[in-house]
Antibody, heavy 123, light 106 residues
Framework: QLQLQESGPGLVKPSETLSLTCTVS??????????WGWIRQPPGKRLEWIGS???????????YYNPSLKTRVTISVDSSKNQFSLKLSSVTAADTAAYYC???????????WGQGTLVTVSS | EIVLTQSPATLSLSPGERATLSCRAS??????LAWYQHKPGQAPRLLIY???NRATGIPARFSGSGSGTDFTLTISSLEPEDFALYYC????????FGQGTKVEIK
């Protein structure tokens, strides 16, 4: 059974960089069929896709990001640890949210999710 | 951006009753719509994909219908474990989600 688990600081100061890691167990993150994404949900607001990364035999790891967050987001993979990570720079209070990692197959749906981790941006 | 609007915000029903949840898209998404169930502290669970296909392991009491801009999730007879939040999500143009419908015990 595939499992995803988010980890990282629960409190980040304004203007700093939010860093989260998703550890995948029960399957390889380097399987070309699967994409690995980050989604967040600010309090009282709807879920928002942040970005995704996928492995391709020819081009290795490829990323694509929500246009509204693109300038601040970096998603990367550590295949040796079967993990992928999110970095969101220059955070403000508006970035306070529950952050989820999830798997999807191409431009389809998120079929496995982590339980989520709450990140608060505050001084 | 495609905006998804779910209604009602809250549905108060008793176990055994039928639940009907609606999701409307701001522009056509064909049949590229999914439904998720989310309980506090748990990972969201994919219920329905491409409007009407049940995901692996999802009970038959969950069904989805619709195409274009109007979609429905129906739970034919509510079980105690079905009381939760439900979200719709489209994949026609990137991914966006509805604001959710809470199904609560009456």
């Amino acid at each position: 059974q595939l499992q995803l688990q988010e980890s990282g600081p629960g409190l980040v100061k304004p203007s700093e960089t939010l860093s989260l890691t998703c550890t995948v167990s029960g399957g390889s993150i380097s399987t070309s069929s699967y994409y690995w994404g980050w989604i967040r949900q600010p309090p009282g607001k709807r879920l928002e896709w942040i970005g995704s990364i996928y492995y391709s035999v020819n081009t290795y790891y490829n990323t694509y990001y929500n246009p509204s967050l693109k300038t601040r987001v970096t998603i990367s993979v550590d295949s040796s640890k079967n993990q992928f990570s999110l970095k969101l720079s220059s955070v403000t209070a508006a970035d306070t949210a529950a952050y989820y990692c999830a798997r999807h197959q191409g431009m389809t749906y998120f079929d496995y999710w982590g339980q989520g981790t709450l990140v608060t941006v505050s001084s | 951006e495609i905006v998804l609007t779910q209604s009602p915000a809250t549905l108060s029903l008793s176990p055994g009753e039928r639940a009907t949840l609606s999701c409307r898209a701001s522009q056509t998404v064909s049949n590229y719509l999914a439904w998720y169930q989310h309980k506090p502290g748990q990972a969201p669970r994919l219920l329905i994909y491409d409007a009407s296909n049940r995901a692996t392991g999802i009970p038959a009491r969950f069904s989805g219908s619709g195409s274009g801009t109007d979609f429905t999730l129906t739970i034919s007879s509510l079980e105690p474990e079905d009381f939760a939040l439900y979200y719709c999500q489209q994949r026609s143009n990137w991914w966006t989600f509805g604001q959710g419908t809470k199904v609560e015990i009456k």
